[in-house]
């Protein structure tokens, strides 16, 4: 069986940054849900996991405020139909960022990221318990 890419990719970005019991922080978002959704989860091994799933057809700036994370290493992935269609794609991911006071991020149209503490390149296994 060979699975549709999409379909792979979007749910894979997800749950490979999961780990189990993981805490759902709060998080608050100045656009309506048709258009932005957020998520953020702490792992039981307090490594950090921000999810942003951008509905609309264009792409969006987004300003991120992780308060006491400051000096954190965070890993930015993304996919789309248009970005895992791209001719060579593997996933990696797309910048590294320094946690200051704010993130700045633009997010393509029709699109999911992760943010993360933890680093998975193309072939290493999601993360389990951590």
Not at 1 to 19: D, H, K, M, N, W
Not at 93 to 102: A, H, M, Q, T
């Amino acid at each position: 069986v060979t699975p549709e890419p999409e379909a792979y990719y979007g749910f894979g970005i997800i749950s490979r940054f999961l780990s189990k019991y993981s805490s759902v922080l709060k998080t608050d978002v100045a656009a309506p849900d048709s258009v932005l959704m957020c998520n953020a989860v702490k792992s039981p091994g307090g490594v950090l996991s921000v999810f942003l799933v951008n509905k609309s057809a264009t792409e969006i700036e987004v300003e991120i405020n992780l308060s006491g994370e400051n000096n954190a290493e965070m890993h930015l992935y993304q996919v789309s139909k248009a970005i895992i269609n791209t001719p060579g794609f593997v996933f990696e991911p797309v910048e590294n960022v320094v946690v200051e006071d704010v993130i700045k991020l633009v997010l393509p149209p029709k699109s999911i990221s992760t943010l993360s503490e933890n680093i998975l390149n193309n072939n290493d296994k999601g993360i389990v318990l951590n």
